[in-house]
């Protein structure tokens, strides 16, 4: 995992399992295995770093959104400058998207 990966794991145990929400990572789902996921709140949770930036990798990454939607989960991707310095919005998104 990368450091943002391992920040993000770790925010995700700490924050949301004392709510009763369980994160798992590393997850095959279809072809794809997903950074994380709440399987039960078909939520999937993707750690971008500057190769997702490229012309390919977002049409890669648009096709694969695509596909996990289709599998009906919902996806929220995060750059890993987000990881980095924006702690509390990362937080509050992903606990909205758990709760709807």
């Not at 648009?62 to 599998?71: F, G, H, I, P, S």
């Amino acid at each position: 995992m990368t450091p943002q990966e391992i920040k993000l794991w770790n925010w995700l145990r700490e924050n949301f399992r004392p709510q009763g929400f369980h994160p798992r990572r590393q997850v095959p789902i279809g072809p794809y295995i997903v950074d994380f996921a709440f399987l039960r709140r078909r939520l999937v949770i993707e750690v971008d770093g500057g190769q997702h930036g490229h012309v390919g990798a977002q049409a890669r990454d648009r096709v694969r959104d695509l596909r996990l939607a289709e599998a009906g989960y919902r996806v929220l991707r995060f750059w890993n400058h987000e990881i980095d310095g924006s702690r509390e919005v990362v937080l509050d998104t992903i606990g909205e998207a758990l709760r709807n």
